[in-house]
């Protein structure tokens, strides 16, 4: 994230004013940090941090915790309290306390923003904002977890499920826990996150049925690419008279379902809607840079709309 900043700084002349982190410790200079800053000891409290940032927008960037959201949620608070936009990476707070979050937000005059928290940099929540205006989602369909496409995928190889996970961490695309993938909850998550923005569920992850691929054994995927399937942990939502349903499985698919395509770090979601029908954005072979430029883009965002506020 800081090393795009720095590359595209003559276009969008955004200032680091603070990094604080659970390993270097924290930095923080009022009037923008060097390349190579040097840190020091981590802040006491987020709180402290925030204070000594006096940053416009805090970027928050902490791993998921798919039970409860926090402490995201309460950093998300602290910036809002001090006056500060907030763009987040972190699924966990869209998942478990996004009306409460964006109605906070609007009170206080500020922008909260999270394009990267289901598919890395590819528009979802700015897509669906900015190019979609009076379009009801009724419901979606999503492979969205990456970690589970390359275990499956190294089982089809002739590997085994703790082998594909040890490829998913070196990778570094694994979640901190990395059972939240393979058990579904970062895929519940995401769920709940894509139900919350842009269908008001008003939900949790706990509230997503959800059955991951723990159960999955490297004969049985074999002996499925065999007969022309494969399987995919597959998010869905459907709008009906009784309310939201949500869940997160793994399904049986045909080799040439448009969701068996996804492998490895690529993801799918396909929105199904009452005026443009299905429509889907595909993310194709996402890394970290691309996670980056999720944030970035709501960063520039949330730039323009103040200076038109100015204006």
Same mark, same amino acid.
């Given at each position: ?68 959201? %926090? ?20 699924? +966990? ?33 700015? %897509? ?11 419901? #979606? ?15 089809? %190889?002739?590997?085994? #499920? ?65 007969? +022309? ?60 840079? %691309? ?21």
């Amino acid at each position: 994230m800081a090393r795009l900043l720095r590359r595209k700084k003559s276009e969008f002349p955004f200032e680091i004013t603070g990094i604080h982190t659970a390993r270097h410790g924290t930095v923080t200079a009022s009037r923008g940090l060097a390349l190579e800053p040097k840190f020091g000891p981590a802040a006491k409290s987020v709180e402290e941090f925030l204070d000594r940032a006096r940053a416009d927008i805090a970027v928050e960037l902490t791993t998921l915790n798919p039970a409860t959201g %926090q402490p995201a949620i309460d950093h998300i608070r602290s910036a809002f309290a001090r006056g500060m936009h907030v763009v987040t990476a972190n699924k +966990g707070p869209i998942a478990h306390a996004y009306a409460d979050l964006r109605d906070e937000a609007q009170r206080r005059g500020l922008m909260f923003r999270f394009e990267a928290t289901v598919m890395d940099g590819a528009p979802v929540f700015n %897509q669906v904002r900015n190019n979609l205006p009076g379009v009801q989602v009724m419901g #979606f369909t999503g492979v969205l977890n990456s970690t589970s496409k390359i275990v499956i995928d190294t089982m089809e %190889q002739g590997g085994s #499920f703790d082998e594909g996970l040890k490829i998913a961490r070196r990778m570094g695309i694994a979640e901190a826990d990395a059972s939240f993938d393979v058990e579904g909850w970062d895929s519940a998550a995401k769920t709940a996150a894509l139900a919350n923005v842009l269908m008001d569920a008003r939900t949790t992850p706990q509230a997503v049925s959800t059955k991951g691929i723990t159960r999955l054994t490297a004969e049985r995927v074999r002996e499925l690419k065999r007969n +022309g399937k494969t399987v995919r942990l597959v998010s869905r939502a459907k709008r009906a008279n009784a309310g939201i349903s949500l869940r997160v499985r793994a399904e049986v698919l045909d080799e040439t379902d448009v969701l068996a395509s996804m492998h490895g770090t690529s993801n799918l979601l396909l929105l199904h809607t009452d005026l443009m029908g299905t429509i889907g954005t595909v993310s194709i072979t996402p890394a970290v840079e %691309q996670t980056a430029y999720g944030v970035f883009i709501d960063l520039v965002n949330i730039a323009s709309a103040a200076v038109r506020v100015r204006k």
